[in-house]
């Protein structure tokens, strides 16, 4: 949270299109209260200005038309609604014309984590990562269900399509790290499809992109615990033992453990680098095939890394 730009009343505003939601959203609660408190207290005063006083009941002259009150209601609902329209199209329209100088990130929804492809080659999961003040336009599509790719920060929502592609278009403004949620029920842990973005300084965002591609100087198994975390193995797989959507990490290395074939299977580099690449080849025993392969999200020495980590957990 930024602690400049956050209050009770909306989430922080981090990026262009939020100032622009957030004054239109402020306009019409103000513009509502206005004319809810116009309208109520001259529905009391009329309460009281025609109460019953005497046993005989009074009544006003019969009107049967008013040109100016016909204009006047007729007219300012129409140019309020006019106003909202324009105003809201303008705002969608930042979001959905891409400029010409943005940057392209691929956002794929997968049950259950984000993965975000960056034009360097480079990929995250679940942790995007954009440079402050450059326009992004986040190119959306899903592997398997409908998801939906929200930040309230930036105050974009756009639903993750398979077979097709979504765009929406913005440019962080503020510095620092803001949730992101998937907004459309997807399955057993849509609540646990959650992620972080993180705006950085242009100069901050070329050293990640450096350390995500090859853990910098990092030892392999101290990269590994970091991947094991940033590309959301920790989401489905435990490193205490304990049973999750996937077996644990803890001392499997170097044992046998029985898949849902009735096979026994060495847990070695080989099994390991499978089961990343080709998760549902063989499937350990007990556990749902629900693995989404790792090709193409993970190179071979982020792999290399994780399987030196898994051989430090005992
Ligand atoms: Cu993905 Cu909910």
Redesign the pocket.
């Known amino acids: 949270m930024n602690p400049k730009t956050a209050s009770s009343w909306v989430p922080p505003e981090a990026s262009t299109v939020a100032r622009e939601t957030d004054s239109l959203i402020i306009f019409i609660a103000n513009a509502g209260a206005i004319l809810f408190v116009a309208v109520t207290l001259v529905s009391l005063y009329y309460l009281w200005k025609y109460r019953r006083t005497g046993e005989k009941p009074t009544f006003t002259s019969p009107i049967s038309h008013n040109n100016r009150l016909e204009i006047i209601w007729t007219l300012i609902p129409t140019v309020l609604v006019f106003m909202i329209f324009f105003w809201g199209f303008r705002s969608y329209m930042d979001m959905r014309v891409v400029p010409a100088n943005s940057m392209q990130i691929k956002v794929t929804?997968k049950?259950?984590f984000w993965a975000f492809d960056y034009p360097s080659g480079t990929n995250s999961v679940n942790e995007l990562v954009v440079p402050v003040g450059k326009p992004i336009k986040a190119l959306i599509s899903s592997t398997d269900v409908i998801?939906?790719f929200y930040i309230p920060a930036f105050r974009i929502k756009m639903d993750a399509v398979p077979n097709r592609y979504t765009t929406v278009a913005f440019t962080p403004t503020e510095v620092g790290t803001y949730d992101i949620f998937?907004?459309?029920?997807?399955?057993t842990s849509?609540s646990g499809?959650i992620g972080k973005v993180h705006v950085k300084t242009e100069a901050e965002y070329k050293k990640w992109l450096e350390e995500a591609e090859s853990g910098g100087k990092m030892a392999p198994a101290e990269f590994g615990a970091k991947l094991y975390v940033s590309k959301a193995c920790a989401t489905c797989h435990s490193i205490d033992g304990s049973a999750n959507t996937g077996p644990t990490w803890k001392g499997i290395f170097g044992k046998k453990h029985k898949m849902a074939d009735g096979s026994e299977v060495l847990v070695d580099e080989n099994y390991i680098r499978q089961s990343i690449l080709e998760p549902n080849a063989k499937v350990v025993a007990g556990y749902q095939p629900v693995m989404p392969t790792y090709q193409g999200l993970l190179k071979d020495k982020q792999i290399d890394a994780l399987i030196e980590y898994i051989k430090t957990l005992k």
């Not at 998937?182 to 399955?187: F, L, M, R």
């Open positions: 929804g049950k259950w998801h939906s998937c907004a459309e029920y997807c399955g849509h499809m």
